[in-house]
């Protein structure tokens, strides 16, 4: 039954009541009233009003259910519905279907900008890493060259000391940009796929930071595209900064492995984890905010449809966990 006409035969019904009551009840009313008669009108109309009330109430709590789901959706966790009651009303049934269709045609929406922001991000990443690599190394290069030829030229009296020590500065400079350019955009991605950039990325980890990166990576990977590859790598290459940066610990782990339904079944997602047993930190309080770059791990996610996991408390350490369907995130 729609829900005005339940509204309708609600009300209808609680005036029926009253009606009947009027009429088989000594009950009258005189004019003008006493005091007695206004007190008995007045806990009648506050009787037949709470009746009314409570069975109101039922027929609008499937409203209720539905606002407090609409408020509960979060864009960074998508895929999330309104479980739809078979009996519920026409009327609140349409709203709950209007309501999924809005939220799926936001994520794809957002998950399609999400997409394009990425690829431009990562072009402008590539052009800035060019460019360093042979401008701003290269210039560094020909520097260093330049300050070793007055070295070997100038007389330990001239202040060849000083110009000894430019060229280090210098060479220390082409090194750092070299670097950057990596991190910019690893070419192990590229040119030998994720398993290679990952343990690149590692190894790269450990020299940098000195925090010991054990790596395990399963040999027997399925292929992914190139924007769910470059998601594994960007969320492996954040968690491992943020334990650099706040764990206080000397040692973590990197996996990435294949993830099957059953034993002996082909597999149906990647999973990345990252984590460490450092300080920790109240994940629920930071889950949704951008500290720890956790927002930016959530939105690449979002983008080749992956879940990501945060699981920390404060002095038992941190794990990241990343899911890459392979429905979504295989290669065609």
């Known amino acids: 039954m729609p829900l005005i006409w339940r509204v309708l035969g609600v009300n209808a019904a609680v005036l029926a009541v009253g009606v009947a009551l009027l009429v ?40 209720d259910r539905l606002a407090a789901f609409a408020r509960q959706v979060d864009p960074l966790r998508p895929g999330e519905r309104l479980a739809l009651d078979p009996r519920a009303d026409p009327q609140v049934a349409e709203a709950t279907r209007a309501i999924d269709e809005m939220i799926d045609r936001l994520e794809t929406e957002r998950r399609d900008s999400a997409r394009e922001a990425l ?3 990562e072009a402008e990443r590539i052009r800035i890493a ?7 190394g290269q210039t560094l290069t020909a520097v260093v060259l330049q300050l070793e030829r007055a070295v070997r030229e100038l007389p330990p009296s001239a202040g060849a000391e000083a110009v000894v020590e430019a060229r280090e500065l210098a060479r220390t400079a082409a090194q750092e940009v070299r670097e950057i350019a990596r991190r910019l955009r690893p070419e192990a991605l590229d040119d030998l796929g994720i398993a290679s950039a990952l343990v690149s990325l590692a190894s790269a980890n450990q020299r940098h930071t000195g925090i ?51 034993p002996g079944a082909p597999p149906d997602a990647v999973e990345l984890t990252v984590e460490d047993r450092g300080a920790g930190f109240d994940a629920a309080a930071v889950a949704n905010g951008g500290e ?41």
């Not at 004019?31 to 009314?52: C, I, K, T, W």
């Not at 040692?251 to 339904?261: Q, T």
């Not at 996610?301 to 979504?328: C, Q, W």
């Open 24 to 63: 088989i009840t000594p009950a009258t009313v005189e004019f003008p009233p006493s005091v007695q008669q206004l007190a008995v009108l007045l806990v009648g109309v506050v009787g037949l009003l709470l009746v009314d009330w409570l069975l109101l109430r039922r027929a609008f709590e499937p409203l």
């Open 119 to 121: 690829h431009a991000q």
């Open 292 to 332: 720890r770059g956790i927002r930016g791990m959530r939105e690449r996610a979002v983008l080749v449809g992956a879940t990501l996991e945060l699981d920390s408390r404060p002095g038992d350490g941190t794990r990241v966990r990343l899911t890459v369907p392979l429905a979504v995130g295989g290669r065609r």
């Open 212 to 262: 010991r990166v054990e790596h395990a990576i399963d040999p027997d990977l399925p292929p992914l595209d190139d924007d769910a590859e470059l998601v594994v790598y960007r969320v492996a290459q954040e968690a491992l900064t943020n334990v650099a940066r706040h764990s206080g610990t000397d040692a973590a782990l990197l996996r990435l492995r294949a993830v099957r339904p059953q």
């Open 130 to 136: 060019r460019e360093l690599h042979d401008e701003v």
